[in-house]
């Protein structure tokens, strides 16, 4: 993979784009032109240029797509047994391996996340693989005792036709964490990428078939969300959506579901905390809250987006952390810098908007908050890593998910209001907390309304650890063996002996 890294730089540097790429919808096991004939562009956040052309897909398109997944669900997909459809997953996770290079620069082409990020995402999506692929033979049912006279059980069946509608942060790494389980469980897929972001769902489900799923197993569709991504929510043939974006958009998901009783699991936003205590080993602090808030440049659902500070510390954090973020360098993705673009012009200014609100009010910005160009260029959209210092409990900033690389401050006196803020906002996604004191981190990860708590590693954890949230950010489980039973239906048997 190594060898054909720089290559693949190269020429994207060199050329703006790569050769290659792919432009038609990925249905039934090929590449099929749109059915309306439309096309659209995509993006690099790091110049500002279109550097690619793909398919405008639409209700035509999706239903093409349903109806092939639903044809493959009674095909060999269905007679293959668990352990044959687990070998075919781990031969998908080799395959993301194979093509790791050029996976990770069309990522950063697309989505403009740095090119370490990008490999680091695709070295996740390959792990994913290899972990529902182990668990396609142990996903078993249960015998319940009846007594002597009855024999009762469970099954797990696949639940049928799977749509995936994918957001533009983490296009392959949301893309794997969905089709993976989903795979395993027995189901077929159809997926909607974001229209920002739709190349590498494309690549991956060429490389499903490579691995030997049979056609129309897993399926991709391009297109707007409005188009495609409606289409397919409210399809009749689709049995379980799983959607990953905003909450505007998951409660129009939620409708298009409600009158074919689809179910579904919604990842929605977050506004989530870094409780940090006095007695924390403060240099792991400021490296987890500077991951936390400026990796992906913020561009997270679960960022770390509030820091909840003790009075104590709370200046002598705050004033690393604002060093460190000055000393971050931007700049395009395939370069590696401190921190890469944001996802297009429009949420720029969206962040934009956040920030200058927050000066009118009257908040401290500590550091940052301008829009910047890519020094060695002057293109791109990019907007400077910001802090800002002292928030109140209701301020904007504090209850909106600004998704992108600014963090807001707010200070605590005690540990009920350390609670208080921590859980003051209408999202529960994820939460960190930094102390030395485990008894109190574990109290603390009681008290805080989230459906995952950190202790003193922000993002630990992985494919195995269950990802979700509460209140406003959504419900259902993915990752883990919960995403594997939220992709199965039970089914009991009792029979009287
Ligand atoms: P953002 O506003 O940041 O683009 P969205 O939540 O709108 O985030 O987008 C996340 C995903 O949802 C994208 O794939 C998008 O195309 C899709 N999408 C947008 N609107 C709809 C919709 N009404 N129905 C289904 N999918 C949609």
């Known amino acids: ?165 994918i957001p533009w942060n983490y296009p392959l790494s949301t893309a794997a964490r969905g089709i993976a389980p989903a795979l395993a469980a027995g189901c077929t897929v159809v997926a909607k990428p974001a229209e920002q972001t739709p190349l590498t769902a494309l690549m991956l489900a060429d490389l499903c078939l490579q691995a030997g799923l049979p056609p129309g197993v897993c399926n991709v569709v391009t297109g707007t969300g409005r188009e495609a991504g409606a289409a397919l929510v409210r399809h009749p043939g689709i049995h379980h959506i799983s959607f990953t974006g905003s909450v505007t958009t998951g ?16 990842e929605l936003g977050g506004k989530s905390p870094i409780v940090v205590l006095q007695d924390c080993d403060l240099d792991n602090a400021v490296d987890n809250v500077l991951g936390a808030i400026f990796e992906n440049a913020g561009q997270i659902c679960s960022a770390g987006s509030r820091l909840v500070v003790a009075r104590a510390i709370h200046e002598q954090l705050v004033e690393r952390v604002v060093a460190r973020a000055q000393a971050l360098t931007l700049g395009h993705g395939l370069r590696n810098p401190g921190i890469g673009p944001v996802s297009s012009v429009a949420h720029l200014h969206k962040i934009a908007g956040y920030v200058e609100r927050a000066r009118l ?37 504090v209850q909106e998910e600004i998704f992108g690389p600014v963090l807001g401050v707010q200070v605590f006196d005690d540990l009920d209001e350390a609670v208080a803020l921590a859980n003051g906002t209408p999202f529960g996604l994820v939460a960190g907390v930094f102390t030395r004191d485990f008894s109190t981190a574990h109290r603390l990860a009681q008290r805080i309304d989230a459906g995952q708590v950190f202790i003193n590693e922000y993002f630990a954890g992985g494919i195995s650890v269950p990802f979700g949230g509460n209140k406003r950010s959504g419900f259902g489980r993915e990752k883990g063996l919960e995403a594997l039973r939220s992709y199965s239906r039970t089914k009991s048997v009792a029979a009287r002996l």
């Open 251 to 266: 409660v129009d998901v939620m409708q298009s579901a409600a009158p074919n009783i689809t179910r579904l699991v919604l």
């Open 361 to 397: 009010r009257g908040v401290r910005v500590r550091t940052g908050g301008n829009i910047r160009r890519d020094p060695d260029t002057g293109q791109g959209w990019f907007f400077e890593p910001t802090v800002l210092d002292d928030l109140s409990p209701m301020d904007e900033a």
């Open 1 to 165: 993979m190594e060898s054909v890294l720089p290559g693949l730089v190269q020429e994207a540097q060199s050329t703006g784009t790569l050769r290659g790429l792919p432009t038609g919808n990925f249905i039934d096991g090929a590449w099929q032109v749109p059915v309306g004939g439309a096309m659209m562009e995509t993006f690099d956040p790091g110049t500002g240029l279109a550097f690619a052309r793909f398919a405008a897909g639409n209700a035509d398109d999706v239903d093409v797509a349903v109806r092939s997944a639903s044809a493959a669900l009674c095909g060999r997909w269905h007679s293959m047994s668990p352990a044959e459809r687990g070998r075919t997953l781990h031969r998908v996770a080799d395959l993301i391996r194979t093509n790791a290079a050029r996976l990770a620069v069309v990522e950063t082409l697309d989505s403009g996340k740095r090119l370490v990020e990008a490999l680091g995402d695709v070295a996740g999506a390959a792990n994913c693989f290899d972990y529902y692929a182990g668990a396609c033979d142990k996903h078993q049912g249960e015998t319940i005792p009846l007594g002597p006279d009855y024999l009762a059980y469970t099954l797990h069946e696949p639940v049928g036709v799977t749509a995936h509608i």
